[in-house]
T-cell receptor, first 113, second 113 residues
């Protein structure tokens, strides 16, 4: 499974864009990049995912580099409620764990007033 | 919209006691998962069930058993609880496929004393 590298923590001012980077240099050509977040020990919440193209939904945008070795999650107008741990995950293929998600330690995002 | 429902939400056990965590999903998903999360850590996969009638070990299966009772329900059993199993347990479900989103329950807080 491809591993991911994220900064342990980031700060962002309320109302500004939060850009969370993720490195996944060993990603395989048919593996998806997923982003989840976890607010204060609640169940992880799905944000967005992508394969090759950039993606946007009502929560965020996902920018994947052309070589697919890194990606950036963008929260366009961060609010205090976006304070959470953000996980960048490469979706496991194969028989070892089905299609389960392999979580790392993520990035702890603090949105400040 | 119940989604993924876990019971109980909180439980305190004595070392050596047994208990079962229950999980049910109402999204007609094929795959279900059990994760644990220790303080300050990411989620780790205990067991998963890719489809009804199948179960497989994840990253940390020792000390646990699972049962995929039917398509809706996936239970996690601790036969002889140990303090090292004090953790937050999350159940999750998804359709089969790497592009399918995994949805999580709200967690079950287990303390073994």
């Amino acid at each position: 499974d491809a591993k991911t590298t994220q900064p342990p923590s980031m700060d962002c001012a309320e109302g500004r864009a939060a850009n969370l980077p993720c490195n996944h240099s060993t990603i395989s050509g048919n593996e998806y990049v997923y982003w989840y977040r976890q607010i204060h020990s609640q169940g992880p919440q799905y944000i967005i995912h992508g394969l090759k193209n950039n993606e946007t939904n009502e929560m965020a945008s996902l920018i994947i580099t052309e070589d697919r070795k890194s990606s950036t999650l963008i929260l366009p107008h961060a609010t205090l409620r976006d304070t959470a741990v953000y996980y960048c995950i490469v979706r496991a293929f194969g028989t070892n764990s089905g299609y389960a998600l392999n979580f790392g330690k993520g990035t702890s995002l603090l949105v400040t007033p | 919209n119940a989604g993924v429902t876990q019971t109980p939400k909180f439980q305190v056990l004595k070392t050596g006691q047994s208990m079962t965590l229950q999980c049910a999903q109402d999204m007609n998903h094929n795959s279900m998962y059990w994760y644990r999360q220790d303080p300050g850590m990411g989620l780790r996969l205990i067991y998963y069930s890719a489809s009804e009638g199948t179960t497989d070990k994840g990253e940390v299966p020792n000390g646990y058993n699972v049962s995929r009772l039917n398509k809706r329900e996936f239970s996690l059993r601790l036969e002889s609880a140990a303090p090292s199993q004090t953790s937050v347990y999350f159940c999750a479900s998804s359709e089969q496929g790497a592009s399918d989103t995994i949805y999580f329950g709200e967690g079950s807080w287990l303390t073994v004393v």
